[in-house]
């Protein structure tokens, strides 16, 4: 079975920086859609930023954009990244990776099916 696994989550001070990187095991198949959520404490779950196969489709919650960059491994089957610049209190949360082998119309929205899912990874920023 795919397993996700996060990791790059830690604690730093407002308008620092931060790199998250998931990873998928368990699948030859590439998983064509694959995003980042986060929830915060007594908040639900949001998305942040999703990307297609082969990385040149990306979508971002509004509150992230021209802060936060989703791009895939070219080297690495099934591997993300988001690149977290400019971090704010209010982007502290845990961070999840999600992923589907959906095929079909490129649908990056944060409402679609999310098949995978990993267990999180805490980023706490501080003011």
């Known amino acids: 079975a795919q397993k996700l696994v996060e990791s790059g989550g830690g604690s730093v001070q407002s308008g620092g920086s931060l790199k998250l990187s998931c990873r998928v095991s368990?699948?030859?198949?590439?998983?064509?859609?694959m995003g980042w959520f986060r929830q915060a404490p007594g908040k639900e779950r949001e998305g942040v930023a999703s990307?297609?196969?082969?990385?040149?489709?990306?979508?971002y919650a509004d509150s992230v954009k021209g802060r936060f960059t989703i791009s895939r491994d070219d080297t690495a089957l099934n591997t993300i990244y988001l690149q977290m610049n400019n971090l704010q209190p209010e982007d502290t949360a845990v961070y999840y990776c999600?992923?589907?082998?959906?095929?079909?119309?490129?649908?990056?929205?944060?409402?679609?099916?999310?098949?995978?899912w990993g267990q999180g990874t805490q980023v706490t920023v501080s003011s």
């Open positions: 990307i297609y196969a082969g990385g040149t489709d990306t979508h």
């Open positions: 999600a992923a589907d082998l959906a095929v079909g119309p490129r649908d990056l929205t944060f409402g679609r099916r999310w098949s995978y």
């Open positions: 368990g699948t030859q198949y590439v998983l064509n859609f």
